[in-house]
C-alpha cells in the first residue's frame, strides 16, 4: 500500500460517493442583481431555486484521478483526437513559441492552439503532469467530463447545484467564502494578479493551476469553486433562458450550442474577466479544451 499524504485526493470508486459531499438541497438564490455582474451573460435576475438533495465532489477531478479513468477505459480526449488543444500564451516557452504555436484566437489572443496539448501534456508535447497529480485535470472538453462522470457512476453537477454548492449556504455573497476578495489581506483563490494577458506577477503562489485543495474549503467543504479552473455543468448554455425556465430543480434549455461553466480560472482579473464571482457565468462549445478548464461530479 502506499502511503497517502493526508492532503491528497481519494481515488475514484467507481458508484462510491467517496470525497464527496452531501447537501440537503432546499431553497437558496441563485444570481445576482449586482452591477457587478454581467447582464448580457443572464446573472440576473435573482431568482429562489429549489433543489433536491444530492452530492457533489469536494474538489476538482484531478490529474490522478482523471489518469484512473485512461487507464481502466483506454479514453482518448477529444483534443488528443484533434491533436491540439488551447495553451494560454505564458505557459508556452518564449524560445518554442514559432514551433508550438498554429495558430491564436482573434478576440482572445493569448489563447494558442498547439499541437500534443493534451491533459497529460498541459503546455504541449514535451510537458508532463508529473508532481501535478492533485492538480485539476485540464484540457478536458463536455464531451470528456460527461465520459468521466458516466465512468464514475456520477454525472455534472447542473448550473443551480453547483451555484448551491458554491455558496456554501451564505446568501447572495459574492464568494464562496463571504465579500471580500482577500479576507484578511489573504489570498483564497488563484486567480489573476499584474497586467492581464501579459504581466502576472502569482502573488497568489501560483502562474497557472493550483493543488485543488491549494486553498481553503467553504462552508460546505467543497474546495477550489472560485479560480483555479473553470467547470463544465451539465446545462446547455442560455443567456435568458431561467426567466422561463423551472425554478424546481433546473437544468437548462433542451438544446443549445455551448455547455455552462462556473468559476472562473487563474486567469481571471478584475479589470478583464471578473468571473470568479460565485454568481458569474461563461460557457464553451462541448469539444472545447483549454488548459484552464476542468470539472467536478455530482450524483444524485
Ligand atoms: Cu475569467
Known amino acids: ?112 492552439k498547439v499541437n500534443g496539448a493534451s491533459w497529460d501534456h498541459p503546455e504541449g508535447p514535451d510537458s508532463n503532469i508529473e508532481s501535478h497529480d492533485e492538480y485539476p485535470v485540464t484540457h478536458v472538453s463536455w464531451t470528456d467530463a460527461s465520459e468521466f462522470a458516466r465512468w464514475a457512476g456520477k454525472r455534472l453537477p447542473t448550473e443551480a447545484e453547483w451555484e448551491f454548492a458554491a455558496r456554501g449556504g451564505l446568501e447572495q455573497k459574492r464568494f464562496p467564502w463571504g465579500n471580500e476578495l482577500m479576507p484578511g489581506g489573504r489570498h483564497v483563490c488563484n486567480i489573476w494578479q499584474g497586467e492581464f494577458p501579459t504581466r502576472d506577477l502569482a502573488e497568489d503562489g501560483y502562474a497557472g493551476t493550483s493543488p485543488v485543495k491549494a486553498f481553503p474549503e467553504n462552508a460546505y467543504g467543497l474546495y477550489s469553486a472560485s ?51 460565485v454568481a458569474a457565468r461563461t460557457s464553451n462549445t462541448p469539444d472545447s479544451s483549454t488548459g484552464n478548464i476542468g470539472f467536478r461530479c455530482a450524483r444524485d
Request: proline fraction near 6%; glycine fraction near 10%; include cysteine.
Open 1 to 112: 500500500m502506499l502511503a497517502v499524504p493526508s492532503n491528497s485526493v481519494s481515488r475514484v470508486t467507481t458508484g462510491s460517493t467517496e470525497g464527496m459531499i452531501r447537501l440537503d438541497g432546499g431553497s437558496f438564490l441563485m444570481g445576482t442583481n449586482s452591477s457587478e455582474g454581467f447582464p448580457t451573460d443572464g446573472e440576473g435576475p435573482v431568482r429562489e431555486i429549489s433543489l433536491d438533495p444530492f452530492y457533489i465532489d469536494a474538489t476538482p477531478v484531478t490529474n490522478a484521478q482523471f489518469r484512473e479513468f485512461v487507464r481502466a477505459t483506454s479514453y482518448k480526449t477529444e483534443a488528443e483526437r484533434f491533436g491540439w488543444s488551447f495553451v494560454f500564451q505564458g505557459h508556452i516557452p518564449a524560445a518554442r513559441r514559432a514551433e508550438l504555436v498554429k495558430d491564436t484566437v482573434l478576440a482572445a489572443p493569448w489563447w494558442c
Open 227 to 277: 479560480g483555479n479552473t473553470w467547470e463544465w455543468c451539465a446545462d446547455w448554455f442560455h443567456p435568458s433562458y431561467h426567466l422561463v425556465g423551472t425554478r424546481s430543480n433546473p437544468s437548462g434549455p433542451a438544446e443549445g450550442r455551448a455547455r455552462v461553466m462556473r468559476g472562473g480560472s487563474y486567469l481571471c482579473h478584475e479589470s478583464y474577466c471578473n468571473r470568479y464571482r
